[in-house]
């Protein structure tokens, strides 16, 4: 069985990452999206509620097992017998970022190989930043979430303002 890793912030989940998920689904037997937590970073969502919300986007994916975790990718990966991490590139920055992530992560850990995934182009606008950005002045998140997902972000954002 091949195991693959999609680990990320998810601060919030967008439509992109949930193709690159459901993509990687394709690929691998089963797939972890896990919301990884940085200690030096702020984000606008716990690592909790980006959990809840990227359940919620990932639904429908039925070898996708989300997880929160904190510490190094490479322990996570062994902790799930994930032998790839899975990665979305929007654009040639993405690519060259991620390469250079997957050559340490190969010196680090030499077990774990890196497999990165083209976004979809009608896709590749979309960004967690820009994300936050619509939420925080309340525009519409349609074109960023299903329906749904959408729906929880608004719950959460309303009950974070009360």
């Known amino acids: 069985m091949k195991y693959a890793i999609i680990p990320g912030s998810f601060d919030p989940v967008t439509l992109g990452h949930v193709d690159i998920i459901r993509r990687a689904a394709h690929l691998f037997d089963k797939v972890f999206p896990v919301v990884l937590v940085n200690t030096e970073k702020r984000y606008m969502f716990t690592e909790d509620e980006r959990l809840r919300i990227l359940k919620c986007a990932c639904r429908s994916i039925e070898n996708a097992e989300c997880h929160v975790f904190e510490g190094l990718t490479s322990d996570f990966a062994e902790s799930v017998g994930a032998g790839f ?15 250079g992530l997957s050559q340490i992560m190969k010196k680090f850990d030499s077990r774990l190989e890196t497999v990165l995934i083209p976004s979809a182009p009608e896709l590749s606008y979309m960004s967690s930043t820009y994300a936050r950005e619509r939420i925080k002045y309340g525009c519409d998140l349609s074109d960023f979430a299903d329906g749904e997902t959408a729906r929880l972000i608004c719950e959460i954002v309303g009950s974070k303002n009360k």
């Open 85 to 99: 991490i899975a990665k979305g590139v929007r654009n040639t920055t993405d690519f060259d970022y991620e390469a």
